[in-house]
């Protein structure tokens, strides 16, 4: 039985090759991340496309196409196959005929960073890795602590001390160490950084190890399963780091060279981010190929609170070459959004994924989508994470 039909890894700018046998981290030449390249043409010869439908649920049923090569070295809390609902109220409401959403939030630790720490941690653990640091905005810090829980692994984090407090208590609730940090994730990164280089921490930040992407890019399979094998015409995807974004791009390329699209046709990627931190908008819409580092970060939204991703290049390229846009909501627009999600849907979003439904509002004031348009909004996490700033009316 093959496991995984992972070959090697090349750099995202010169193209370079790491080898998949030995940690890896990203290309120290350019100070770029690293992608994971697969022989899709033995798995193509080798897999069967419906039949992936018949394993047993989760993310990695789709094994073959990550990174791990031995599957007891696979970690999984039951992470993946997350549901694609429809929500027709809020469709009639703005004019749509065809609206989703892709609900995260039933993922162990109630966010989809459990998919891409679940694939992460995996391939740590079967390269020998004994400890992990991350720097987070607050999610991943959680994913990252129950999954190394789980591998038996040392775990550290370092995360803005105004981060919601599920995630310091969830973090610490699986043992990790949790250092709070005066200032931005972005602060919490340097920190990190100088802890990992003393002491052998290995670090798990965006895009600085190879493999979150591969774990978060298979909602891209999924979206395409349950499409039955065609994509939608536009994802809305809340963007802080773009794991997500560039990781379905990627998934839609690899779905592409197996053969198992049976229709070619691309969904226009939308970035959306709150207008308190919004350096992939502001770099779109200037033309620019890389974003500036976005000074003040600020909003509810703390996954998006993300000042400048570390694979910013990769955002922009994927969202033009998608004829996608990108498209920044206030703070007020999200709280309303998720107040609407919660009681015309029963979806209590948070507020990252609530973001994408204030972006749509946007781009149907804009006429960017059509009515009968398949339109896929990312809810990202549960709402219960955020319950800090909520006030209770009377
Ligand atoms: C991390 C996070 C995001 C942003 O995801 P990226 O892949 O880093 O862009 C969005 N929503 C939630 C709830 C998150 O935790
Ligand atoms: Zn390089």
């Known amino acids: 039985m093959k496991t995984s039909f992972l070959v090697n890894l090349t750099c995202s700018n010169c193209g370079k090759t790491f080898s998949a046998e030995a940690v890896q981290t990203y290309c120290a030449d350019c100070n770029s991340p690293l992608i994971s390249n697969y022989d899709l043409n033995s798995a193509r010869a080798y897999l069967d496309r419906d039949e992936l439908k018949t394993c047993p649920k989760g993310m990695w049923r789709w094994h073959e196409l990550l990174p791990v090569f031995d599957s007891q070295n696979m970690v999984t809390l039951g992470e993946g196959d997350t549901p694609l609902l429809k929500i027709p109220q809020t ?27 679940s694939a992460a941690i995996s391939k740590a653990k079967e390269l020998g890795v004994k400890k992990v640091i991350i720097p987070t905005a607050g999610n991943a810090g959680g994913a990252m602590a129950a999954y190394a829980a789980r591998a038996g692994m040392s775990a550290l984090i370092y995360m803005p001390k105004d981060t919601p407090i599920a995630n310091m208590v969830e973090s610490r609730m699986c043992g990790a160490e949790v250092i709070l940090v005066d200032g931005l994730i972005s602060d919490a990164a340097k920190l990190a950084n100088e802890k990992a280089r003393a002491e052998g921490w290995f670090d798990l930040s965006t895009f600085k190890e190879p493999y979150r992407m591969e774990g978060k890019k298979v ?86 609170r993300v000042p400048k991703s570390f694979a910013d290049r990769l955002i922009l390229a994927d969202i033009r070459a998608s004829e996608g846009t990108a498209i920044a909501v206030s703070d007020a627009a999200i709280l309303t959004a998720q107040k609407t999600l919660a009681a015309q849907e029963g979806i209590f979003a948070a507020p990252e994924g609530a973001a994408c439904l204030a972006a749509l509002e946007e781009l149907i004031n804009q006429k960017w989508v059509k009515p009968d348009e398949r339109i896929v909004l990312f809810n990202t996490g549960s709402g219960l994470k955020y319950l800090d700033g909520i006030k209770q009316g009377g």
Not at 252 to 269: A, I, Q, T, V
Not at 271 to 295: E, H, I, L, R
């Open 91 to 117: 469709g009639n409401r703005l004019g749509l005929s065809n609206l989703f959403v892709k609900d995260e939030s039933g993922n162990p630790t109630a966010s989809f960073k459990a998919r891409g720490l």
């Open 219 to 304: 909602m891209g399979y999924e979206l395409a399963e349950s499409f039955n094998w065609t994509l939608p015409d536009v994802i809305l995807y809340p963007t802080g780091g773009g794991t997500g974004l560039v990781g379905m791009w990627k998934a839609f390329n690899e779905l592409e060279e197996l053969g198992w699209l049976d229709d070619k046709k691309r969904p226009r990627m939308v970035s959306v981010q709150a207008d308190g931190c919004a350096p992939v908008v502001k770099a779109f819409n200037s033309g620019a190929s890389s974003c500036d580092f976005w000074q003040g970060a600020q909003t509810t939204a703390s996954g998006l």
